[in-house]
Structure formats: structure tokens, C-alpha cells
């Protein structure tokens, strides 16, 4: 059975970081694109960024140069640091798998964790 559960979420102050995790079990971790969403309160899902399997990162305008996507492949676990965090990075932060890298996050990801609040005052 495939899950993903994310951790490392909760309150910082503007201009602080927090480092989130992804741990992945139930399929062959390595091969698969894995890729970071939020959602801010009354607001859609936004992209945040994606890891090919071959290493590749691809982030969102919003969070480029901000936030490093990196992942362990020996401990099945997707990162997402973040830094210099803004008011408006307050959401609910999920990640994504799926065989397949869609493009700037569109298309209806595989497999999806229950996410991790940040909430950034």
C-alpha cells in the first residue's frame, strides 16, 4: 500500500525557515517524480516544485531561489527547506508521487500525503 506522510510543519516567524519531510513506503521510491503542492486558506493548490527521479528540480516562480527540494532515496524520504519565509507561505504543504513528471505540477498526481501546516506570522 502506498503512503506518503509529511512532518516538519508549524509556526515561524517572517524571515525564518523550516525544513519539511516526506516519508514514502509501498513502491519503488527512486523511479517516481515526486513534487511539492500547498494551499493557502480560501486559495487553490499551488505548485511548489518537483524532483525528477534523475535528480532534477523544477521549482515555482513564488518559491524559487527560497525553497530547495532534495531527496533521500536510500530512506525513502522527500525534503522541502524553505528560508525566508513570508506571511503569504502560510498553507497546508502536501507532497505528490506519480510515474510521471507533469509539467509546472498540472495533471492529476498519483499518490498524495495528508499534508503539514506552516503557518508563518
Known amino acids: 500500500q502506498v503512503q506518503l506522510v509529511e512532518s516538519g510543519g508549524g509556526s515561524v516567524q517572517a524571515g525564518g525557515s523550516l525544513r519539511l519531510s516526506c516519508a514514502a513506503s509501498?513502491?519503488?521510491?527512486?523511479?517516481?517524480?515526486m513534487a511539492w503542492f500547498r494551499q493557502a486558506p480560501g486559495k487553490g493548490r499551488e505548485w511548489v516544485g518537483m524532483v525528477h527521479p534523475d535528480g532534477r528540480q523544477v521549482y515555482g516562480d513564488s518559491v524559487k531561489d527560497r525553497f530547495t527540494i532534495s531527496k533521500e532515496n536510500a530512506k525513502n524520504v522527500l525534503y522541502l527547506d524553505t528560508s525566508s519565509l513570508k506571511p503569504e507561505d502560510t498553507a497546508l504543504y502536501s507532497c505528490?508521487?506519480?510515474?510521471?513528471?507533469?509539467?509546472?505540477?498540472?495533471?492529476?498526481?498519483?499518490?498524495w500525503g495528508p499534508g503539514t501546516q506552516v503557518t508563518v506570522s
Open positions: 505528490a508521487a506519480d510515474t510521471y513528471c507533469h509539467p509546472g505540477g498540472g495533471g492529476s498526481w498519483m499518490f
Open positions: 509501498g513502491y519503488t521510491y527512486s523511479s517516481y517524480c
